[in-house]
Each structure stands twice: as structure tokens, then as C-alpha cells.
């Protein structure tokens, strides 16, 4: 079994060799100051989509500007209602762009937070 290749030669010279090291170690900041960063760098650029989920509900594209300025309002809101670094926000969404949003907003805010997610308290509906 180790010896069947799964990759074609193609996608051997796309991909990043998993042999060399990736520097997972070497900080580049933290996760919303890189995202900030690609955000002003490519602020046209597709960040999120969300996939049809019925005729009804098409594809919705948000760009790295969508997001960036939607989450920056959220941080400073959350500010403006007292939140402080460290503080723990908790989040109940679903996977979308809201959830992208929520999280960024929290982190520029610098407060953790922490997902509830749809489904876990379904039994409440």
C-alpha cells in the first residue's frame, strides 16, 4: 500500500512538499492581524462563500473587505459594551459568513471566544 502514489505528477508540482519543514513555529502575528493584513492587501478578493443551499438561497460571495469592515464594527461595539482582553464571548451561529465575522469582530476586540454551534441545543427550539 505505501508504495501506490496518489498524487499525479501534476498535482506533485502544485502542491507543498510535506517533507520540508513549514515553519509552523515562527510567528507571523496574531490570527485577525494576518487576516487585517490579506485583507487590505486584497480587499476585492473572495474570503467567503457560502454554498446554495436551496433555489431559494444562491451562492453569497464576501470579499476580505466584507468581512474585515463588518468584523471591525463588531469589535468596536463589543468594546463600547465593555468587552476587555481576555474576556470570553460566546457565539451561537451557524457556519457562515456571520460566524467569519463574529469571530474576527471578538479577536480585533481582544477578548476568546467560544462557538455553540446549531444543533447543540436544538432540544430548546
Keep these: 500500500m505505501g508504495a501506490l502514489r496518489l498524487l499525479t505528477e501534476r498535482q506533485l508540482r502544485v502542491l507543498p ?7 509552523w513555529g515562527d510567528y507571523g502575528g496574531a490570527i485577525h492581524e494576518i487576516f487585517s493584513a490579506n485583507a487590505n ?8 462563500i ?3 443551499i436551496s433555489p431559494n438561497y444562491p451562492n453569497r460571495v464576501f ?6 469592515e463588518s468584523s471591525n464594527v ?6 463600547a459594551q465593555g ?11 451557524h457556519r457562515n459568513a456571520d460566524l467569519v465575522v463574529a469571530v474576527m469582530g471578538i479577536l480585533k476586540a481582544g477578548a ?9 441545543f436544538d432540544f430548546l427550539d
Design 17 to 23: 512538499d510535506p517533507s520540508i519543514g513549514l515553519h
Design 41 to 48: 492587501m486584497h480587499p476585492d478578493r473572495p474570503c467567503v
Design 50 to 52: 457560502e454554498t446554495a
Design 63 to 68: 470579499t476580505y473587505r466584507h468581512i474585515h
Design 74 to 79: 463588531l469589535a468596536h461595539y463589543l468594546i
Design 83 to 93: 468587552v476587555e482582553r481576555g474576556d470570553v464571548v460566546m457565539v451561537y451561529a
Design 112 to 120: 476568546t471566544f467560544s462557538v455553540i454551534g446549531k444543533g447543540l
